[in-house]
């Protein structure tokens, strides 16, 4: 009887190793390969490596929503002159959507890149031989959030204070999210539960 219930633990536990060990690729492969090609590039100036925020791969992903609707030309993105940034007056409705607030997020930077097809050489250079390039050398940067939206890629780093660290409003720290992780284990719970 035990070699019995050992047995079905086990076609219990086997999936779920298998799915927890299993690393899903990210459904775009372009914020993947800028992060990757991002980290080499500081490395190669003895810089640390981004890591990556949630909450400003958030705002990164609304504003590359919000940049696809401008067409792609040589005066965008990368390319703007200082001062002449397309502004959105709906920012606030932006953090908002993604549980920011101002405060959170003033020390950041948003660097919009516009690169037809999103040529992975193009779209490194136009954020490492550009004006961002003082950014990504600058070591008060230490995070980084990365959306894309058709020709367009906006990358969002952040900072290790208060002011750029891109916490959910009314929080001091980041809420973690409940993952397939919590999902898989939950649910191996119920079985064991059922099962005695």
């Not at 950014?135 to 008060?140: C, F, G, R």
């Not at 940067?141 to 020709?151: L, N, P, Q, W």
Request: proline share 5%; aromatic share 8%; with cysteine.
């Amino acid at each position: 009887m035990a070699s019995l219930r050992f047995q079905h633990l086990l076609l219990v536990l086997l999936p779920v190793i298998l799915l927890l060990s299993y690393t899903v690729k990210s459904d775009n492969d372009e914020e993947e390969t800028l992060l990757e090609s991002i980290n080499s590039y500081r490395a190669s100036l003895n810089l640390t490596a981004f890591t990556e925020n949630n909450n400003a791969e958030c705002l990164a992903d609304k504003m590359a929503d919000k940049y696809k609707k401008q067409l792609c030309t040589n005066t965008t993105g990368s390319n703007t002159v200082p001062g002449t940034e397309t502004q959105f007056p709906d920012y606030p409705q932006i953090l908002e959507k993604c549980h920011l607030n101002i405060n959170g997020t003033k020390d950041g930077i948003v660097m919009p890149v516009c690169v037809p097809r999103l040529d992975p050489t193009l779209v490194l250079t136009n954020f490492t031989q550009s004006q961002y390039s003082a950014y990504l050398n600058d070591t008060k940067y230490t995070g980084v959030g990365i959306g894309s939206e058709d020709d367009w890629i906006v990358m969002v780093l952040t900072t290790n204070t208060a002011g750029g660290a891109f916490t959910p409003a009314g929080s001091a720290a980041s809420v973690p999210n409940v993952g397939l992780k919590f999902l898989l284990i939950s649910l191996l719970g119920f079985f064991l539960v059922l099962w005695s």
